[in-house]
C-alpha cells in the first residue's frame, strides 16, 4: 500500500544478495546501511520532497540504474508497489427530502 509520505533522499542497495529501494530524508543513511552490512549502496538527493511514486518515476526519467538489471528490477518492484496516484473522480448524490407543509 502507498503513502503519502515523503522523502528527500532515494536510492538502491543489496543485503543478502537482494537488491532494494531505499528511501531516506538524510544522506547519512548511508552510513547505517553500510554498518549494517548493505553492499552497492547507491543514494541521490531528489530536487524535492516526493512521495514514492514520484521517486520512482524521477528515477526512471534520469535514468537511474539503466543497464544494471538488479536495480531495474528493484525500481519495477518499487513502482508497482507504489503505483502513482490517478484523478480519482468523486461523485456526490444529492438526497431530496420532502418538506410537507
Known amino acids: 500500500m502507498a503513502t503519502d509520505k ?4 532515494a536510492g538502491v542497495s543489496t543485503l543478502n544478495g537482494k537488491t532494494k529501494i ?9 552510513k547505517i546501511l553500510a554498518k549494517n552490512g548493505h553492499t ?10 516526493m512521495t514514492k511514486a514520484e521517486i520512482v518515476q524521477h528515477m526512471r526519467s534520469i535514468g537511474f ?5 538488479t536495480t531495474e528490477a528493484a525500481i519495477k518492484y518499487a513502482e508497482k508497489k507504489n503505483p502513482a496516484a490517478t484523478a480519482a473522480v468523486t461523485t456526490t448524490a ?3 427530502e420532502a418538506v410537507t407543509a
Do not use: Q, Y
Request: hydrophobic share 40%; net charge neutral; proline share 6%.
Open 94 to 96: 444529492v438526497k431530496a
Open 6 to 9: 515523503k522523502f528527500t533522499v
Open 40 to 49: 552497492n549502496v547507491e543514494l541521490i538527493e531528489l530536487p524535492h520532497e
Open 22 to 30: 531505499r528511501w531516506a530524508n538524510d544522506v547519512m543513511r548511508i
Open 65 to 69: 540504474g539503466s543497464g544494471n538489471p
